[in-house]
């Protein structure tokens, strides 16, 4: 099994900044990517951002230019600076990783695992 756990959420004004951190952590896994999802009241959950294990990076239209995905892959952690937030912003934020798991047969095969989530408020 792998436990993924967000921190860094909070509260912040408008135009303010947040930096939150997700951690992988696990036996028998080999990470692929960790990405960002975010979920706000009575909206489907969303991609956010994502980055792979050689550091190709993605980003919703909505937050380009404004979030930074980063990662340490010795650490199995991810890093996501949102700084200029808005309000539409608001929202809890969940940390997913896919990769390969091995199974009790020996075989890998795909999986995923997603965190608890971190609540992310901007008043405006």
């Known amino acids: 099994q792998v436990q993924v756990v967000e921190s860094g959420g909070g509260s912040v004004e408008a135009g303010g900044s947040l930096r939150l951190s997700c951690a992988a952590s696990?036996?028998?896994?080999?990470?692929?990517?960790m990405n960002w999802y975010r979920q706000a009241p009575g909206k489907e959950r969303e991609f956010v951002s994502g980055?792979?294990?050689?550091?190709?990076?993605s980003y919703h239209d909505s937050v380009k230019g404004r979030f930074t995905i980063s990662q340490d892959n010795a650490k199995n952690t991810v890093y996501l600076q949102m700084n200029s937030l808005k309000p539409e912003d608001t929202a809890m934020y969940y940390c997913?990783?896919?990769?390969?798991?091995?199974?009790?047969?020996?075989?890998?095969?795909?999986?995923?695992?997603w965190g608890q989530g971190t609540q992310v408020t901007v008043s405006s």
């Open positions: 696990g036996v028998n896994y080999a990470k692929n990517e």
């Open positions: 980055i792979s294990t050689d550091g190709g990076t």
């Open positions: 997913q990783t896919t990769g390969s798991c091995r199974r009790w047969t020996g075989k890998w095969s795909a999986c995923t695992f």
